[in-house]
């Protein structure tokens, strides 16, 4: 199984300043079609997840372009801009590039 | 856009078996998978599987090979979880996600809190 590692476990974040949150892949997420199977969820409290980034650096319709996702290979970083008191939750990377689906430890992300 | 409505909540007793339903509305179940993922009390996120309802072919998460099945019925467009022999760790919200892509949950459902205790 393909092993996913998020850091760091915590952030806090002063609003109006940028984030960077780092997910590793134990093995390349780089399929032979040329797409990077990785994907990045945030889980506000009470909710379930929602989609924000897929292939790696694709925003989902919708999303703030404060958002944005980076990498290749096995090193990925979603940064968000300028955060802002709504983004408060944790944020999960997931790989599908093979199954089983394998979720990162997650990252909770807080305002000062 | 398909909306997906669980069941609710419920409290099992260890050894017993559950089945937790996933309605679709809104949609058809095409061409597109129902996947369950599974959040333990202050845990993170855990993919258990998916099935292709349309084709009736399924994938389990190893871990949860034994215990674990997945079913749907077309004609109600309701996806089904069903956990045997359950235990204490089995207590977590599980939710079911429509699947557009692989691993691109575009719908979820609201959660099914399941608690096993005695």
């Known amino acids: 199984d393909i092993v996913m590692t998020q850091t760091p476990l915590s952030l806090s974040v002063t609003p109006g300043q940028p984030a960077s949150l780092s997910c590793k892949s134990s093995q390349s997420l780089l399929h032979s079609d040329g797409k990077t199977y990785l994907l990045w969820y945030l889980q506000k409290a009470g909710q379930p997840p929602q989609l924000l980034i897929y292939?790696?650096?694709k925003r989902v319709s919708g999303v703030s372009d404060r958002f944005s996702g980076s990498g290749s290979g096995t090193d990925f970083t979603l940064e968000i801009s300028r955060v802002e008191a709504e983004d408060v939750g944790v944020y999960y990377c997931?790989?599908?590039?093979?199954?089983?689906?394998?979720f990162g430890g997650g990252t909770m992300v807080d305002i000062k | 856009q398909v909306q997906l409505v669980q069941s609710g909540a419920a409290v099992q007793k260890p050894g017993s078996s559950v089945k937790v339903s996933c309605k679709a509305s809104?949609?058809?179940?095409?061409?597109?998978?129902i996947n369950w993922v599974r959040q333990a009390p202050g845990q993170g996120l855990e993919w258990m599987g998916r099935i292709l309802p349309t084709i009736d072919v399924t994938n389990y998460a190893q871990k949860f090979q034994d215990r674990v099945t997945f079913s749907a019925d077309k004609s109600t467009l309701t996806a089904y979880l069903e956990v045997s022999s359950l235990r204490s760790e089995d207590t977590a919200v599980y939710y079911c996600a429509k699947e557009e892509l692989l691993g691109y949950f575009d719908s979820w459902g609201q959660g099914t809190l399941l608690i096993v205790s005695s």
């Open positions: 809104g949609g058809t179940f095409n061409s597109y998978a």
């Open positions: 292939e790696a650096s």
């Open positions: 997931l790989q599908s590039r093979q199954l089983p689906l394998t």
